[in-house]
Every structure is written in C-alpha cells, then in structure tokens.
C-alpha cells in the first residue's frame, strides 16, 4: 500500500470521523461521565482512546517510526472532557495533530515497520486499518450510547451533513 492508497484511506477516515464529531455534538453533556452500559468506557473515555491513543497516537507514531500510544493516561484525559464542548476540542486538536502527521509521511514511512506498545510490529500502512477498524467500532459503541439516552444519533452514512473539512471532497 503506498501513498496514494493511504490517501484515499485517509479520505474515508476523514468523513467518518465527521459522523463521530457529529455524533459527539448529540450525547447529551451529562452522560460523559457516566456509564451507560455498565462495564464499558464512558463516553469521555471512550473521546480519549478514539482521537487519541487511537487517532492521534497511531497517525503520529507512523510517522515517526514507532507507535507509542499509552493508553494509561486515558483516565486522566477523560476527566477533562465533561461536555459536548471540551469532547469536541479534544477530538478535533487530535485529529489536527494526526492530520499533520499524515500529511508529512510518505511511502518509506508506511512501508516501514513500526513497532507498537502491543507487542507487535507492523507496516505503517497497516496502522490506517487499525485507526479505520478502531473508529468504526468504538463509533458503533456511541451510537448504541446515543440511543439508550434517547438520542436520535446522526445517519452514519451522512457525510454530507459533516462539519466543515470533514464532508465529502468535491
């Protein structure tokens, strides 16, 4: 997989990760702190592994050769994000962070094995998958979230209806 190929990738990480900023926008501020289903992340928790271990962390450590997301720190994080509003920035300064990473990287660094905190090492490429299948899942835990809270969540395939920077290109 080379540049081209994690461009396009990139491309539909971008717009999906327009649906989870909107989706972000409709859980209710007073569920970021709770658990809406007993055992599982909440929805601040779930902000900090996304956009960032995830995200941010994955993007960034392609790019420089070596992931080294740590996950512990999560807690911490979560605890800042309260609302709507601070869950927002977060994702948003994460994605800026990653979207710079990517920007810089070519096809040395995806073709480069990267070694992570998991106990694996893979070509950066793969990394892309991880941060698409990582979304993918943990976007589908906050709808489930968005509609045991009543919320009506935004349609998954809306992209057109993404925040600036995050629809479709044209």
């Given at each position: 997989?080379d ?6 990738l990139w491309?539909q990480?971008r717009?999906?990760?327009?649906v989870?900023l909107r989706?972000?926008?409709a859980i ?8 809406p ?6 929805p ?5 592994h996304v956009?960032?271990?995830?995200l941010r ?5 392609v790019?420089e050769?070596?992931i080294r997301?740590d996950?512990?720190?999560?807690p911490?994080?979560a605890?800042?994000?309260?609302d709507?509003?601070a ?9 800026d962070?990653?979207a710079?990473?990517v ?5 040395e660094e ?14 950066g490429?793969?990394?892309f998958h991880v941060?698409n ?6 976007r589908?835990?906050?709808f ?5 809270l009543g919320v ?6 809306g ?5 600036p ?6």
């Open positions: 997989m540049k081209q190929d994690v461009n396009r491309d990480i717009q999906k990760y327009g989870y989706l972000l926008d209710p501020d007073e569920a970021y702190q709770t658990h289903v007993a055992g599982i992340r909440t601040a928790e779930m902000v900090a956009s960032g271990s995830v962390d994955v993007a960034r450590g790019a050769g070596e997301s996950e512990s720190v999560e911490e994080v605890r800042g994000i309260t709507r509003a869950a927002t920035a977060f994702a948003l300064e994460c994605w962070e990653a710079r990473a920007e810089g990287m070519g096809d995806l073709s480069a094995i990267v070694p992570t905190p998991w106990g694996m090492a893979f070509p490429w793969v990394g941060m299948d990582e979304l993918l899942h943990h589908g835990q906050l489930a979230y968005a509609r045991l009506e969540p935004p349609f998954i395939y992209y057109e209806d993404n925040p920077g995050f629809g479709p290109a044209a």
